[in-house]
């Protein structure tokens, strides 16, 4: 979700791309009325045709957003929920070069995910069967 946003914020002419653009570097998620409305537009501007099936990395981030994607599109066909603890995360952060992987950002973007998207998690395993948390905290087979 955090690229379809980046992509929103260069685009000319957005409604989104003021708030997008300050919040993104903060590390502070957007509101859910403007992901959700991003996430929205981007939908509609798929080819009819196109596969019905998506990955959206990055949503819902909290309650609000998974009760939004519930109430406009149905139910997920399932959940996938990459786990790690905030001391893995915090050493992968500094393999990136974005600006919004600042130290204390990055612990407060740890802190959304265990305030707000974990509460979003359990809401969406009451209504969702297919609902994977995969722990990434070992590397890849080399």
Known sequence: MSDLLREESKRPGSQWAQEIEAKLPTGILVSSETSTAVLDAWLDSLPQGQPTTYLLDGFPRNLDQAR????????????????????????????????????????GRYQSHVDDTLPAI???????????EVSVVSAPPT
């Open 122 to 132: 359990a809401y969406i395993k009451d209504f969702v069967q297919r609902v994977a």
């Open 68 to 107: 939004a994607f519930a109430e406009k599109w149905g139910n997920a066909q399932g959940v996938l929920s990459l786990t790690c603890s905030q001391k893995v995360m915090m050493e992968r952060r500094k393999k990136r070069a974005r600006v919004d992987d600042d130290p204390e950002i990055a612990k």
